[in-house]
């Protein structure tokens, strides 16, 4: 009998012990490994060069290999303080579209006028009619000007805003950023799951990545913005690049479907920067060979030169997923030149990964 209670007694501590292996296992921070010489040394070549350009970032995290190699913040302390992340935003709300085509409650092909069938302008177009949830998530909604009633105040309904103006291009054909689009992409996630995205995403992103719920800006309505104000940590930031770099793996739990981190992470559209149209870029001095603009649109993402891929903020946000390297690249920052920040990555810190 003694004998029998002892088993079990051994066999609840060794299972117990089991468990918190398991557990203590599970990243929480992602691992750190030491920094090469070559890394520190391109490292220091980097901020010296952004300090002669006048670049301010803010901070820097390299992922290689599934372990921190490099970490540097403009001061002590910050590197627990959310940062704002602009339009890298996008890329989280095209995050919870995937996930909610994935749990069967929409399509990339579903109509934007079918969820919001009392918001309609007196007169619905054609093209407006024609209007995809996947054009919306290519930046290919047709309008040949970008709507700006997010930047008013007031009780306008920015749904209503964005299915009133007008449609210009036959929807999928025509490229231009639009920031509102994503803002209708949030809207329709909350429609269809009855959850704000950043609610949406708590549970099936930001737990198991180990994110403390985000501060997430919301429009009047009581929307998040979708397009733009996330905040998140650097490292956060990291972690989001090696969740999207292991093809939506997380602790061996898939996290986002892989095949919708191909759709989003591939080009599927022609692109140019923010505020350029495509036919404009010639004359401005952009071409394919020097512009990350113009490397292609997925989902909310960015194709760049050296065939990685980018989500992509204002003032110079950055998570930058490099397969080929199996590393990522996370910056924050407030620089006004983002393509010489981004040639500062390539020259600096590419070479060395």
Same mark, same amino acid.
């Given at each position: ?5 002892? /088993?079990?007694?051994?066999?609840? +501590? ?35 060069? !952004? ?6 970032? #803010?901070? +820097? ?21 959310? #940062? ?27 109509? +934007? ?16 009619? /024609?209007?995809? +949830? ?19 105040? *007031? ?13 210009? #291009? ?16 949030? /809207? ?37 913005? =979708?397009?733009? *104000? ?17 093809? =939506? ?31 404009? /870029? ?13 490397? =292609? ?13 980018? !989500?992509?903020?204002?003032? *110079? ?18 620089? !006004? ?17």
């Amino acid at each position: 009998m003694r004998k029998t209670i002892f /088993a079990a007694l051994v066999l609840m +501590v060794l299972t117990a012990c089991k468990n918190n292996v398991k557990e203590t296992a599970e990243i929480i921070d992602l691992p750190r490994a030491e920094t090469p010489d070559s890394v520190a040394k391109a490292m220091d070549g980097f901020f010296e060069q !952004a300090a002669s350009d006048s670049m301010d970032i #803010h901070s +820097v995290m390299i992922v290689r290999d599934g372990s921190v190699i490099y970490s540097r913040w403009q001061s002590e302390g910050v590197d627990t303080v959310p #940062h704002v992340l602009h339009s890298v935003s996008k890329t989280f709300t095209a995050t919870a579209v995937g996930l909610a085509i994935a749990d069967g409650k929409m399509a990339l092909t579903d109509k +934007v006028i079918d969820f919001f069938p009392d918001k309609l302008p007196a007169e619905v177009s054609e093209n407006l009619k /024609a209007m995809t +949830v996947r054009d919306l998530l290519t930046m290919t909604c047709g309008h040949d000007e970008e709507p700006s009633t997010r930047r008013e105040g *007031g009780n306008v309904d920015w749904v209503e805003a964005f299915l009133a103006h007008p449609v210009v #291009h036959e929807p999928g054909t025509f490229y231009l950023y639009n920031s509102l689009g994503t803002y209708m992409l949030s /809207a329709i996630v909350q429609k269809v799951t009855g959850e704000k995205v950043v609610d949406y995403l708590n549970t099936r992103l930001f737990e198991p990545l180990h994110i403390d719920k985000p501060r997430w800006e919301e429009s009047p309505q009581g929307i998040n913005t =979708g397009g733009w *104000g996330l905040y998140l940590k650097t490292e956060d930031l990291a972690k989001m690049g090696q969740l999207l770099l292991q093809m =939506g793996e997380w602790n061996g739990r898939q996290i986002i479907p892989a095949d919708w981190v191909a759709e989003m992470s591939k080009k599927q559209v022609d692109s140019v920067n923010p505020g350029t149209r495509l036919e404009d /870029a010639a004359a401005k001095g952009m071409t394919t060979e020097t512009s990350d603009w113009m490397q =292609g649109y997925g989902y909310q993402m960015w194709r760049c030169r050296p065939g990685c891929f980018r !989500a992509d903020g204002a003032r *110079g946000q950055y998570i930058i997923v490099v397969p080929d390297k199996n590393a990522v690249i996370a910056i924050t920052s407030n620089v !006004a030149d983002l393509q010489g920040e981004l040639n500062l990555v390539w020259d600096n810190i590419l070479p060395v990964l």
